[in-house]
């Protein structure tokens, strides 16, 4: 009953807060305008600080099948209670980039098996499945600070194997995978660069352009500072 209470007032929220002309604007970044209240994402956040840690309350929101709800129950459910098979049901149901990120985003890296289905994922046939593989090896590149580097040494033959899918959303999390790794430290740079000159090498459109996109960042000097000023802090 207490769950229920809490999805009609997030609900009433939403319908409050909604803002139709913004839905135009998000089609256009490729979001999906159906099912939408228009809400951005610092007001999303901002609504689920209330109700944190809370599995039941995400399912329940899961369900209702709007872009707000769905990332709202990305950002309250509780990572110790999410399972594999829920993972699955939630990632197979992505139609859009957006949702698939947020949710690798506030939830999934959190879990236990984030590196599992790293690997499930990333072979999958669908487009956002597999995008969902490879935002996630982005997205625990950036925020898990304890994994050693052969773990995403490893996850660089993953963007090597897939560079070939010439599929928007999918190239772009490859890239996006690749990128994040080789940011990580000056062991891994150097070891994503390598791995970014063998892609360059694959004659393929989508292999070229991931390729091309990464070693350009990954060679540039901001990147180089960053990752010094990086590994002098945890001296």
């Not at 949710?103 to 669908?126: G, H, M, P, Q």
């Not at 995008?131 to 996850?155: C, E, P, Q, W, Y």
């Not at 690749?178 to 062991?187: A, E, Y």
Request: one cysteine or more.
């Amino acid at each position: 009953m207490v769950n229920q209470l809490e999805v009609e007032d997030i609900i009433k929220k939403l319908e409050k807060l909604s803002k139709p002309e913004e839905v135009e604007g998000m089609k256009r970044f490729g979001i999906n305008p159906e099912n939408t209240y228009g809400i951005r994402m610092p007001v999303l956040k901002k609504i689920a600080n209330e109700y944190k840690n809370n599995h039941e309350l995400a399912t329940d929101l899961w369900k209702i099948n709007t872009r707000e709800t769905r990332i709202i129950a990305s950002l309250v459910d509780d990572p110790k209670m999410v399972t594999p098979e829920q993972m699955d049901e939630w990632v197979d149901e992505f139609t859009y980039w957006e949702l698939c990120d947020q949710c690798c985003i506030n939830l999934f890296r959190k879990t236990d098996y984030a590196y599992d289905k790293v690997y499930e994922w990333s072979k999958s046939e669908k487009e956002f499945v597999k995008r969902a593989g490879f935002s996630l090896i982005a997205v625990l590149a950036v925020h898990d600070k304890k994994t050693n580097d052969k773990i995403f040494m490893d996850l660089l033959k993953l963007t090597k194997r897939e560079a070939i899918d010439e599929r928007n959303f999918v190239k772009k999390a490859v890239n996006w995978a690749l990128r994040q790794i080789g940011k990580r430290n000056k062991n891994l740079n150097k070891q994503a660069i390598a791995t970014g000159e063998e892609i360059e090498k694959i004659h393929s459109k989508s292999a070229k352009w991931i390729a091309k996109d990464a070693l350009k960042e990954l060679t540039s000097e901001k990147v180089k500072i960053a990752i010094a000023k990086k590994e002098k802090k945890l001296k």
